[in-house]
């Protein structure tokens, strides 16, 4: 192929939001924990120099030819927006991939059984290897689709095949991340961006490369042509979700058989004979499901029956011996265990009298707590009525949560069904089986969308700062409630903003007004002046230093006063006019108002 054919095509198929890359400069060091690290990492700007303009620069196909040939490395944000051929935007919150992000390093060969079953089970998608031998997973779309159903698809992905458990670090916390991070484009924040494939492929020595189903890297030109053949969409892969093999079987069971990362000597017959017990569970007692077992075993990337046929025919013969119930206390069951995946299928492993079934509250779901990052943080619980859908119920603090009297309060409010009440140990099991893995679902909230009690503070403290403003040398007027700047400091006192507060109708309630000043950025602190008698006098107030969130919005507010000023103007000029004309006689006869629409 052509090289530069072979650029522009690789232009093409990945790409992302052409205002969000970031740059990695070489040289690469390889950290303790093997992740590659780049010399030097950082957004492009347009201005560097300038450091008031912090835009970024737009990517082009030179960055695209520089991460090739091994010059500088190249990330880019996949969320965009779609452009007609003029530039328009006729789409946004799009994506034209989706990436799954391994980040566990230094084993080579880890992920090749994974990517083997993924094929066998339908997906399209092309694995490469990324700069630090972890692995990225990317969906390639035949057209740009919703970012929020891909983020989705994803999640679900991630779920299912219990990637998140399997790939943790030392204190179990998930390595698994997914690419777009976010389904909306917040403007002026930094992208979530994914280091691209076949850095140096110029020099036939690229770094992360494509990973093939027999395990071999390919080369640049051939991972294009591949990666075309397998373009995908939502809509394909939510076909592929819905057929995955197992999944009416516990969770454990369809997690191993599509990971198939059970070694042989981590507890296979175990898991065996935990899987008959499914087997019989859905084809009965008179069923001959060895053959099923076998395919079951097949699955694992040491199969058992290639050097213990005899052992998963003992097991076989145990498990039909008599009635047994599933193993879930057992490794390795236990530790690829999912309660609320599992208590979704049909044959499910979890048991009626376990209160995370919500038998003993009479819910249908008592599903996963999220935390939302505001500026006071606040916590979503979805719950299910019997027979109605899951919402999500709010829950101020923690507080809330442990309060079961609280939590029967809200469900009436929000849900129109009140739980039944279980006892205290019962209800701690719930609340720390509904916590599982919140870390992984903490949901940021922007300033501009946060509608909590603090942020509605925080932005009513930057308005009465900048409202406020006193003439220089008036600082006796914060005595009066104003606000007193000088040499890049502000001087109020606390009755000023009580004042200003009752003002805009704002209640504190249980907010202590201090606490929220000092986390503001203020300090007690004085401000003194001379009295016409030339007495100093030293007034005790609060200090608060200019920072970049006030200079804009005084900005703000001063242009807006400058509008506001232009529109009086022209008001009172009109104003001057009809006095003219009525003065003139020019008024139709209707009256005082002009008849024309």
Known sequence: ?????????????????????????????????????????????LNPKDKENKTKKP??????????????????????????????????????????????????????????????????FTACQSKSSGLHIYFMFKKAEDAGKVIELLQKIIT?????????????????????????????????????????????????????????????????????????????????????????????IQMMALTGALNANAGRNKFLFHACVYFKKKYGKEYDYLPEL?????????????????????TYASANGKEWNYSCKHDPMCSYCNRRECAKRQFTACQKS???????????????????????????????????EPKLVRFEDASELRNQLVVQTKCI?????????????????????????MSEREIEVSAESDTTELNELHSLLVKYLTHRQVTNGASYMINAGQVYKEDGKYYFSTDGVKDYLRIERFTLGRTNLREELMHFGCTEGSVSYTTKSGKKVTLKCWVKDVDEELEKRFEYYDDMYEQDALRAAAIQLTSKKEETKEDSGEYNEAGDEDSRF
């Open 1 to 45: 192929m052509d090289a530069e054919k072979l650029l522009r095509d690789f232009y093409a198929v990945f790409h992302g939001n052409r205002s969000k890359y970031v740059k990695h400069v070489p040289p690469f060091k390889q950290e303790s924990s093997g992740k590659n690290k780049a010399s030097k990492v950082f957004y492009a700007l």
């Open 59 to 124: 990517v082009s196909i030179e960055d695209y030819r520089m991460h090739l040939n091994g010059e500088c490395g190249c990330a880019i944000e996949p969320l965009c927006n779609v452009t007609d051929d003029e530039g328009n935007i006729i789409a946004r919150n799009m994506c034209y991939y989706g990436v799954i992000d391994i980040d566990v390093y230094g084993q080579p060969g880890q992920f090749l059984h994974l990517i083997r079953r993924m094929y066998q089970v339908g997906w399209k």
């Open 160 to 252: 299912v095949y219990g990637l998140d458990m399997l790939y943790c670090d030392d204190k179990h916390k998930s390595k698994v991340e997914y690419f777009p991070m976010h389904a909306t484009e917040v403007p002026g924040e930094d992208g979530k961006c994914v280091f691209l494939p076949y850095f140096n492929a110029a020099s036939g020595k690229a770094m992360n490369r494509m990973i093939s189903v027999d395990g071999k890297f390919l080369g640049i030109e051939q991972a294009l042509e591949t990666i075309k053949a397998n373009y995908t969409s939502v809509e394909e892969m939510e076909e592929t979700l819905a057929k995955l093999p197992y999944s009416d079987a516990p969770f454990c």
């Open 294 to 314: 076998l395919d079951l075993d097949n699955c694992m990337e040491a199969p058992l029956q290639y050097e213990d046929m005899q052992g998963i025919e003992s």
């Open 354 to 388: 376990n209160p995370q079934q919500n038998e003993n509250t009479g819910a249908d779901v008592m599903g996963p707590i999220s935390k939302v990052l505001a500026r006071i943080p606040y916590y979503l619980w979805e719950i299910a009525a019997p027979g109605k």
């Open 413 to 437: 409010d929000q849900l129109g069904w009140m739980p039944q009440q279980v006892k205290n140990n019962v209800w701690i099991d719930i609340l720390n089986h509904c916590m599982e893995g």
